[in-house]
């Protein structure tokens, strides 16, 4: 088998040919960009090991390097003002990047973000990455590569539901309804955005609903104070307990299906379409409902 050449994979480079080295080769290939300085302490560790994750990388991504004592136009214009500053491009375009130094663990994180937007196959590769990133709790991380995606591919619905989930993971309202308010109407009712917008629905009504023991209370009072009960389920849903919330709502419909215009019901499509398909939560809470309707 043929190894793979990889002292072609970094260079230097200078004003005059960072078109050439980093905007038009980052259309073949992805580029990271290194702004370095002899006198840079943190530049001397960094650099080396972005080296070594590239070169790992076996050609999925290239490094090119700037000294900016001796180059700054491009400095300048990528508005670097420390070092050391990276910046990922792809299809000449910048999608990434940090500033500051960075653990061996991190870097290769980033090597292998960058390289993922490569190609077609590629950005399914950085979706699903994005996505473990969401899974485990990585939510910075998660949000920075869905953002990238989309630096890329602004239309790219999987990565606005990832983005937008992400922001809500994070408790970060503002930038999840900004980014909502983004999305064309003819573009919300799309497979890939129902859950996250659902998420995102469930989570502004939960900030107008009482606490859950209050809520339980005025039900143990009566039992058919149906705007009670889908208040708990609301409370309940924000705050993880999403299969009691199901039942809560199962509950509601039970008792007066029609209330309400069918509150109940309505509720509870909007909470099954946030835990999404592949939800057993999900599953079991549409046979309940069925199985309801056909009584």
């Given at each position: 088998m043929e190894l793979q050449d990889t002292t072609s994979l970094v260079k230097d480079t200078d004003d005059a040919s960072f078109v050439a080295d980093v905007i038009e080769a980052s259309k073949e290939t992805p580029v990271i960009v290194d702004f370095w300085a002899p006198w840079c302490g943190p530049c001397k560790s960094l650099g080396p090991a972005l080296e070594t994750a590239v070169q790992a990388a076996g050609g999925a991504v290239k490094m090119v390097k700037v000294n900016i004592d001796e180059n700054q136009q491009m400095a300048a214009q990528m508005q670097v003002k420390s070092i050391p500053a990276v910046f990922a491009f792809v299809d000449g375009k910048p999608v990434d990047g940090f500033m500051g130094a960075q653990g061996p663990a991190e870097l290769k994180e980033f090597v292998q973000r960058v390289s993922a937007m490569g190609s077609g196959a590629g950005m399914e590769q950085a979706l699903e990455m994005a996505e473990q990133m969401l899974s485990d709790g990585d939510l910075d991380d998660a949000v920075q590569t869905f953002s990238a995606i989309l630096a890329e591919e602004d239309g790219n619905m999987a990565a606005i539901s990832g983005l937008l989930r992400a922001y809500l993971a994070q408790g970060n309202m503002d930038s999840a309804e900004n980014l909502a308010a983004q999305i064309p109407e003819d573009?919300?009712?799309?497979?890939?955005?129902?859950?996250?917008?659902?998420?995102?629905?469930?989570?502004?009504?939960?900030?107008?609903?009482?606490?859950?023991?209050?809520?339980?209370?005025?039900?143990?009072?009566?039992?058919?104070?149906?705007?009670?009960?889908?208040?708990?389920?609301?409370?309940?849903?924000?705050?993880?307990?999403?299969?009691?919330?199901?039942?809560?709502?199962?509950?509601?419909?039970?008792?007066?299906?029609?209330?309400?215009?069918?509150?109940?019901?309505?509720?509870?499509?909007?909470?099954?379409?946030?835990?999404?398909?592949?939800?057993?939560?999900?599953?079991?809470?549409?046979?309940?409902?069925?199985?309801?309707?056909?009584?």
């Open positions: 573009k919300k009712s799309d497979p890939a955005l129902s859950a996250a917008l659902a998420q995102l629905a469930l989570a502004n009504a939960a900030t107008e609903v009482g606490e859950s023991a209050e809520l339980r209370a005025t039900l143990a009072a009566n039992a058919d104070d149906h705007q009670a009960r889908l208040d708990l389920a609301t409370a309940l849903a924000a705050s993880g307990d999403v299969a009691e919330a199901v039942d809560e709502l199962l509950e509601a419909f039970r008792r007066d299906r029609e209330w309400n215009d069918g509150a109940a019901k309505a509720q509870l499509f909007t909470l099954l379409d946030a835990l999404g398909p592949e939800s057993e939560i999900a599953q079991k809470g549409r046979r309940k409902l069925a199985s309801m309707i056909l009584v």
